[in-house]
């Protein structure tokens, strides 16, 4: 009798994971996104930057299993905040540069001292490493800094 609640346990645990799996990739392409109008500036921005064959939550959740659950939890909070209607234009989203040295970290000969129009040399395997974030000089790389980026990189200006 035992065995068959287990296994009833363990098939309900594999057939909630199996449908979290599906509600979270429908729900995280930029299509969904865009759907809310408070956030449509964003996509369009999205879709003529270096990062558009990339979903938005490879850049806007943390990694791992645990960051599916976050991400799909602070997003269940953005779609009570757009029934309702509170929410604030321009919105606010996070950016995780662990994603970002997950594609981009190597060493460095990936990432030589280079010359920049304007710039003194950079290089970026010791700035990475120095824990300076990607954004204080990439801040058009997912979306234009028109978009209301914040002077502390953080989101939305107030």
């Avoid at 996104?33 to 959740?61: P, R």
């Avoid at 919105?91 to 060493?107: K, M, P, V, W, Y």
Wanted: charged content about 15%.
């Amino acid at each position: 009798m035992w065995k068959k609640g287990v296994l009833l346990v363990g098939l309900s645990f594999i057939g909630l994971y199996a449908l979290f799996q599906v509600a979270y990739y429908a729900t995280s392409v930029p299509s969904f996104c865009g759907s809310c109008h408070e956030v449509t500036q964003y996509v369009t921005s999205w879709q003529t930057s270096a990062h558009k064959n990339f979903n938005c939550m490879e850049c806007h959740q943390p990694s791992g299993e645990l960051g599916k659950f976050h991400a799909k939890a602070r997003g269940l909070n953005y779609v009570f905040q757009h029934f309702s209607g509170d929410y604030t234009i321009p919105t606010s989203a996070s950016i995780f540069e662990q994603n970002c040295i997950q594609c981009h970290l190597g060493d460095n000969k990936a990432y030589p001292t280079i010359r920049l129009k304007n710039t003194s040399k950079v290089n970026h395997y010791k700035t990475i490493r120095k824990s300076q974030s990607c954004l204080e000089c990439h801040r058009e790389t997912g979306h234009s800094t028109d978009i209301y980026l914040s002077k502390d990189l953080k989101g939305a200006k107030p």
